[in-house]
T-cell receptor
Framework: DTGVSQNPRHKITKRGQNVTFRCDPI?????LYWYRQTLGQGPEFLTY????????KSRLLSDRFSAERPKGSFSTLEIQRTEQGDSAMYLC?????????????FGEGSWLTVV | AQTVTQSQPEMSVQEAETVTLSCTYD???????LFWYKQPPSRQMILVIR??????QNATENRFSVNFQKAAKSFSLKISDSQLGDAAMYFC????????????FGKGTKLSVKP
């Protein structure tokens, strides 16, 4: 069990550029989540997948954000035309659906700074 | 909508002493889960303890225990015999029992441990 892996860990980009983050969940976890966390705040839910299906999206996920999980394994989160307000840590998490052991495990996050 | 409130932005405890972190939540659901997550500086968020709402017995994990008051919608975390490694941000989180996974977090409490 290697844990939830995210990359890149840090990304600095100019306003208006596109960025993409990748998340590799814990193997055999069929659920995958994306959260956003800004300084001094708790994580805020963005979206989640069960296998390859995106089942829920937050209102925080504007049209500039798109997430995919094409084969039900890794996921990508793309932000188009970045804005300074997008600067945050993007957290990926995963879990199983079996029984009550559906604890959500988090990755170390990907820090985005938009300049 | 469900909300989670952590009223203590910062707390401090002497090493080996006991500290209690507060959390209240609001929900109209009867089936839900509550969690405490720990986020050390620049490190990933890890689960400290979880509580199922239908269980009357308070959860305990080694030095960590909770005081779950369902009627009062209160879920405090007690850390006994505090250690330097306990210093971190602590987040209280809520999840509907029927939800597909959306965790709702409080704003966190920063815990400092004094040697």
């Amino acid at each position: 069990d290697t844990g939830v892996s995210q990359n890149p860990r840090h990304k600095i980009t100019k306003r208006g550029q596109n960025v993409t983050f990748r998340c590799d969940p814990i193997s055999e976890h069929n659920r995958l989540y994306w959260y956003r966390q800004t300084l001094g705040q708790g994580p805020e839910f963005l979206t989640y997948f069960q296998n390859e299906a995106q089942l829920e999206k937050s209102r925080l996920l504007s049209d500039r954000f798109s997430a995919e999980r094409p084969k039900g394994s890794f996921s990508t989160l793309e932000i188009q035309r970045t804005e300074q307000g997008d600067s945050a840590m993007y957290l990926c998490a995963s879990s199983q659906t079996l029984g009550q052991r559906n604890t959500i495990y988090f990755g170390e996050g990907s820090w985005l700074t938009v300049v | 909508a469900q909300t989670v409130t952590q009223s203590q932005p910062e707390m401090s405890v002497q090493e080996a002493e006991t500290v209690t972190l507060s959390c209240t939540y609001d929900t109209s659901e009867s089936d839900y889960y509550l969690f405490w997550y720990k986020q050390p500086p620049s490190r990933q968020m890890i689960l400290v303890i979880r509580q199922e709402a239908y269980k009357q017995q308070n959860a305990t994990e080694n030095r960590f225990s909770v005081n779950f008051q369902k009627a009062a919608k209160s879920f405090s975390l007690k850390i006994s015999d505090s250690q330097l490694g306990d210093a971190a941000m602590y987040f209280c989180a809520y999840r509907d029992g029927g939800s597909q996974g959306n965790l709702i977090f409080g704003k966190g409490t920063k815990l400092s441990v004094k040697p």
